[in-house]
């Protein structure tokens, strides 16, 4: 199908220019129009996935990548300096197809303006503190990762001779230039690191915020604890793995000797990340997991009820067959049982880092007790709020509004 990917990426932006056009006070026209296009988005991100050739293999080359679409955008003369060459250039490969997958059905579930007003708005009674912050880590962490990106920039020449934004030709070392800040051979700058290191640090520390790992997390839970539950479905299904896909296809693979160097401390980081969320969730009983399901179960109780405390419930399975049904499953799935979507992706990680000698066999015991850590507050919550006798915080009134789920429930966490 010809111009796919730019299908997917201009529809949506057409239906918000759709949107503000419409006659105010029309929320459910507003809603009819959201959901057509997402839906519109996941069919055409369907059928890319279904037409998907996974024989080719590979990230860093164009001849790898499908689908493409590429042609010149802005070209600029510099005087002396040269050619800057901006091009508008998208495909597809076995890294950012799930990527693409995933966003379409987050979306469709989900909502489609920014994080920032959605949670400043409609959030909850700290939403205003909430937006800040979440708008002040991303800005800090995004000024790290584009600080990066120019230096790049006047580094790198594409084989026409321009300065070029591709990514592709950032991961080649013959398109430096040779006196260039990012030119590989250029030796210790500051404090005894090249300036290549310190541009992998400032990558790493840019993505490490969206991802969020810890110590630059603080700005999840209070965005995941203000924000209403469309918004949680969103931030937790496309937004905080943009952190990991950012690592992935960006620093990785324009910096790999930087990468290889430090692959020990981002190993550490993962590690005192994942037991450190563990315990937290321990201590403070949290639905911060980071999983849309996950969020749209909460929001069934959080739209029943107001209310998404643990111990404000007790039995409701009695009450809500179906709804905890749904629930043991998104939680087996998060555990990482074998036969769920969980599974694969824990057991390789962990696979993969017995076999190097970079990592610390004891960052990969903490991260397997970190999985020990989940099991506890998963199976610690699935017994505490669904079996037992039925109890609520809100008695009567409660009891009556908590129905099992819709058909629209229903067919959002299947």
Known sequence: MEHLLSLLIFIPLAASLLVMLLPGGKPALYR???????????????????????????????????????LDWIVLSLGDLGRLSIQYFVGVDGLNLPMVLLAALVMFVGAVLPMYFLIGIWGGERREYASIKFLIYTLV????????????????????????????????????????????????????????????????????????????????PDAHVEAPTPISVVLAGILLKVGGYGLLRI???????????????????????????????????????????????????????????????????????VFASMVAVAFFASLGLPGFSGFIGEFFTILGTFGTERVPRWVILAALAGLVLGAAYFLWTLQRMFFGKYWSRGGEAWANQLTDLTWREKILLL
């Open 32 to 70: 009819w129009v959201t959901l057509l296009a997402t839906a519109a988005d996941l069919a055409l991100a369907v059928w890319l996935y279904v037409h998907f050739d996974a024989q080719k293999h590979g990230i860093n080359e164009v001849g790898t990548m499908q689908f493409v679409e590429r």
């Open 141 to 220: 962490g995004s000024v790290c990762i584009l600080v990066v990106m120019i230096m790049l920039v006047f580094s790198v020449q594409s084989p026409a001779g321009t300065f070029t934004f591709d990514l592709l030709a950032m991961t080649d070392p013959a398109n430096y230039l040779p006196d260039a800040l990012m030119n590989i051979k250029t030796p210790g700058w500051f404090a005894g690191n090249t300036p290549r290191r310190w541009a992998f640090l400032l990558l790493l520390v840019g993505f490490a915020i969206k991802l969020p790992a810890v110590p630059l997390h603080t700005w999840l």
């Open 251 to 321: 620093a990785y693979p324009i910096f790999p000797e930087a990468a290889e160097l430090y692959s020990g401390w981002v190993a550490v980081l993962g590690g005192v990340s994942i037991v450190y969320g563990a315990l937290n969730a321990l201590a403070a009983h949290s639905h911060g997991i980071l999983s849309a399901m996950l969020f749209l179960i909460v929001g069934v109780l959080q739209d029943r009820t107001h209310d998404k405390t643990i111990e404000h419930y007790r039995g409701l399975a009695a009450k809500m067959p």
